[in-house]
């Protein structure tokens, strides 16, 4: 097994499996082994004990050829051999003389006849060796045989061969391993069944820790209050055990985790804190510089010219910081979890009043727009909803070309109401798309900035349709970037119906 599918193995299995095919692979291989051994003992006793009566037969043989156990044969031919006392049936018995078989048979029970070798065996019988030792050999028709060769008496170069079957050695062994075979299989269906029972009892400690570990996975724990009371029960965390060294591990960790998120909450707290009394308190003076330089503007005074820019400039800043200042005291009342004020709003029309805005904004940006045939009402905050929708055309309109077409998309689908802005610019980075509605996230050189941007356009989006219980997602890819705003249908006028295209506005 190479590297690689050893860990494609290891990473398909459980643990449990894994447990359990190395207790069923032992148990097989020790079943094997024990099998072997048993059936090749059983053999070499078996082969043994016809060696003996084989050696036993070739004396009787021997000594049958000129002792007082030769019987002459019937028909008064060289049968003589075949007429020895005590032979047990199926003996094989053949007379070598100068190299060749001259007579071979094999004695029937009850018959003096015996049944004699054909040619093509003759040449296997002649092939023993003639030392007086035991041999197996294949007779077609016959099987095998065990043999022995044992030089005729009378020293005129001839020899006797007497053989036995091995049919019934070989079907002892046979059954003893077919035996073996089957208790083995009966034994490792046994052994899966109680061992998967052992393991799965043995594994219940590691499992409860597991679907502890789970239970902490599925925490929010990267923003807002977090009580992280999860703990691995405290029977599962004796030291004294593996499994109990990594339930307790696990409880510390946790424990730490948690002081740490105590502490994260109690600095995201302040740093909130400190935007919105810091946003609260620049107000103020925002509006009192804006209203010195607009006053400025006012008297009839002729400034000159430097200082007319300059004075322009202090309140084009101070308006864009008061933008600014506001968008922070948004989010810092959203992070809150101060909820919005919801009443019915018709979100067809506020998608028109938001695309009219943006194409007076932007007339450099052909703006397409697609709505249903029947109005969509929802419960929310219309002027959070309306800033949700411009600052998404105005997303659109700063990181695109000009002439860049926009195309805005209401469409209702069974509780939802869905507001598309789909544009044909260069896309978002994917460096970028994983914190794009991250606060101050700026866009690299694939959608370029041209206009200043707080940074916080996005980060509102999100948290105001996250407050009103939807979700915003995106798709991007060259040439095509989609934002599409989910927001809960409350209330539904009339049968939804196919959307219908709108004239472009110009």
């Known amino acids: 097994m190479t590297a690689s599918r050893y860990r494609f193995w290891r990473r398909r299995w459980t643990l449990r499996a894994r447990l359990l095919a190395g207790l069923l692979a032992l148990l097989a291989v020790t079943g094997a082994v024990i099998g072997i051994v048993s059936v090749t003992t059983l053999q070499r006793q078996v082969l043994s004990q016809v060696d003996r009566q084989v050696l036993a037969a070739s004396s009787r043989s021997g000594d049958a050829a000129g002792g007082p156990d030769h019987r002459p044969p019937a028909n008064g031919g060289a049968g003589g051999l075949f007429n020895v006392l005590g032979q047990p049936a199926g003996t094989l018995t053949a007379e070598l003389s100068n190299g060749k078989i001259d007579t071979a048979g094999i004695?029937?029970?009850?018959?003096?006849?015996?049944?004699?070798?054909?040619?093509?065996?003759?040449?296997?019988?002649?092939?023993?060796?003639?030392?007086?030792?035991?041999?197996?050999?294949?007779?077609?028709?016959?099987?095998?045989?065990?043999?022995?060769?044992?030089?005729?008496?009378?020293?005129?170069?001839?020899?006797?061969?007497?053989?036995?079957?091995?049919?019934?050695?070989?079907?002892?062994?046979?059954?003893?391993?077919?035996?073996?075979?089957?208790?083995?299989?009966?034994?490792?269906?046994?052994?899966?069944?109680?061992?998967?029972?052992?393991?799965?009892?043995?594994?219940?400690?590691?499992?409860?820790?597991?679907?502890?570990?789970?239970?902490?996975?599925?925490?929010?724990?990267?923003?807002?209050?977090?009580?992280?009371?999860?703990?691995?029960?405290?029977?599962d965390t004796d030291e004294r055990t593996e499994v109990g060294k990594v339930g307790s591990a696990l409880n510390t960790m946790l424990g730490h985790v948690a002081t740490a998120l105590t502490a994260r909450q109690a600095s995201e707290m302040r740093v909130r804190q400190f935007v919105a009394d810091a946003s609260h308190e620049l107000r103020t003076p925002l509006a009192s510089i804006r209203g010195y330089a607009e006053l400025t503007r006012r008297t009839g005074d002729v400034l000159p010219p430097d200082i007319k820019h300059a004075m322009d400039r202090v309140e084009s800043e101070a308006t864009r910081m008061t933008g600014l200042v506001e968008d922070l005291l948004l989010l810092a009342r959203l992070d809150a979890g101060r909820p919005v004020e919801k009443e019915l709003v018709d979100l067809t029309a506020l998608v028109i009043d938001a695309v009219s805005d943006a194409h007076a904004a932007g007339p450099d940006h052909p703006v397409h727009l697609v709505l249903p045939d029947d109005p969509v009402e929802i419960l929310g905050e219309p002027a959070r909803l309306h800033q949700v929708l411009t600052n998404l055309l105005t997303n659109a309109r700063t990181h695109t070309a000009?002439?860049?077409?926009?195309?805005?998309?209401?469409?209702?689908?069974?509780?939802?109401?869905?507001?598309?802005?789909?544009?044909?610019?260069?896309?978002?980075?994917?460096?970028?798309?994983?914190?794009?509605?991250?606060?101050?996230?700026?866009?690299?050189?694939?959608?370029?900035?041209?206009?200043?941007?707080?940074?916080?356009?996005?980060?509102?989006?999100?948290?105001?349709?996250?407050?009103?219980?939807?979700?915003?997602?995106?798709?991007?890819?060259?040439?095509?970037?989609?934002?599409?705003?989910?927001?809960?249908?409350?209330?539904?006028?009339?049968?939804?119906?196919?959307?219908?295209?709108?004239?472009?506005?110009?």
Do not use: C, W
């Open 402 to 506: 000009p002439g860049t077409r926009i195309e805005v998309r209401l469409l209702s689908m069974g509780q939802e109401a869905v507001v598309e802005i789909a544009d044909s610019g260069p896309g978002i980075s994917p460096d970028l798309l994983p914190h794009i509605f991250e606060r101050f996230a700026r866009a690299d050189s694939s959608r370029s900035r041209k206009a200043g941007s707080t940074g916080l356009g996005l980060a509102i989006v999100s948290a105001v349709v996250t407050a009103h219980g939807g979700r915003v997602e995106v798709d991007t890819r060259p040439g095509r970037t989609v934002f599409a705003v989910h927001l809960p249908v409350q209330l539904l006028v009339g049968p939804v119906a196919a959307p219908r295209a709108s004239p472009q506005l110009r």
């Open 107 to 235: 004695l029937r029970g009850g018959s003096l006849s015996p049944t004699p070798i054909p040619t093509s065996d003759a040449d296997t019988l002649a092939a023993v060796p003639v030392d007086n030792r035991p041999h197996t050999i294949t007779l077609a028709g016959f099987g095998d045989y065990r043999v022995v060769a044992t030089p005729d008496p009378d020293g005129d170069g001839s020899a006797i061969i007497t053989g036995l079957p091995l049919k019934d050695a070989t079907s002892t062994v046979t059954h003893l391993a077919i035996v073996i075979i089957i208790v083995s299989l009966a034994g490792l269906l046994g052994a899966a069944i109680v061992g998967s029972l052992i393991v799965r009892f043995a594994l219940r400690p590691l499992r409860r820790v597991a679907e502890t570990a789970t239970r902490v996975s599925t925490l929010r724990l990267d923003r807002g209050e977090v009580a992280l009371s999860e703990r691995v029960p405290d029977k």
